[in-house]
């Protein structure tokens, strides 16, 4: 029999598979709703040994999301980690420099536990402005320059993944104008995969 692979899917409701889906965390003990809508469903459909933990809460800051790193990442031993943090920041009104001081410090937080990090930029949503999606492009620019020397960080580039062709800032295919729909959610699974695959032979 294969080894199982645990993977922890950390962060806020793009993870957790809003509005479709209610994680483990929001509905235990195992999630409610369409399973379909949560990008961890399709990792696990295209690799049957990834056993990927659904730990997003819709609504949550980046440092709410922080907050849970031990209990949720560090507790599960997982050998990788996905980390999606900073709409609602943006969407709050909160500064770049607030995000990128919390994905730092759960980047290190998993990285010290010798967990593979990869870091996901922060997907659009279609009703925000200029300034928001300025913010967006910021953070996310940040995520990516991260990885670059980083051997234990991976980029993946999450928002590229959903967002409309020609336009970066909207949804391709959204049931609400500020989440994927379960085509997005696969979308999402099919960028993180390779990223993941990658990240998890460096230690298997």
């Not at 040994?49 to 907050?67: K, L, P």
């Not at 953070?139 to 991976?154: H, S």
């Not at 085509?183 to 460096?202: E, F, H, S, T």
């Amino acid at each position: 029999m294969a080894e199982r692979i645990r993977i922890v899917a950390l962060g806020d409701s793009t993870t957790a598979g809003t509005p479709g889906f209610l994680s483990p965390l929001e509905a235990p003990p195992d999630g409610k709703g369409d399973i379909t809508s949560q990008y961890a469903h399709w990792l696990m459909k295209s690799e049957p040994t990834w056993d990927v933990i659904n730990c997003g809460v819709n609504g949550e800051r980046s440092d709410q999301i922080a907050a849970r790193v031990v209990r949720d990442v560090i507790g599960a031993s997982p050998s990788a980690v996905v980390i999606i943090a900073g709409v609602n920041d943006v969407y709050q009104g909160r500064t770049v420099e607030h995000v990128l001081a919390q994905l730092r410090t759960m980047y290190d937080r998993a990285a010290h536990a010798g967990i593979r990090v990869v870091g996901g930029t922060i997907v659009p949503y279609n009703t925000a402005g200029p300034a928001e999606n300025e913010r967006m492009r910021q953070i996310n620019a940040w995520i990516r320059e991260q990885t670059r020397n980083e051997p234990a960080i991976a980029f993946v580039d999450t928002r590229a993944a959903v967002a409309a062709p020609g336009n970066i800032d909207h949804l391709a295919e959204s049931p609400d104008g500020l989440h994927p729909s379960p085509g997005g959610y696969r979308a999402m699974a099919d960028a993180i995969r390779p990223v993941l695959q990658g990240a998890l032979r460096g230690i298997l």
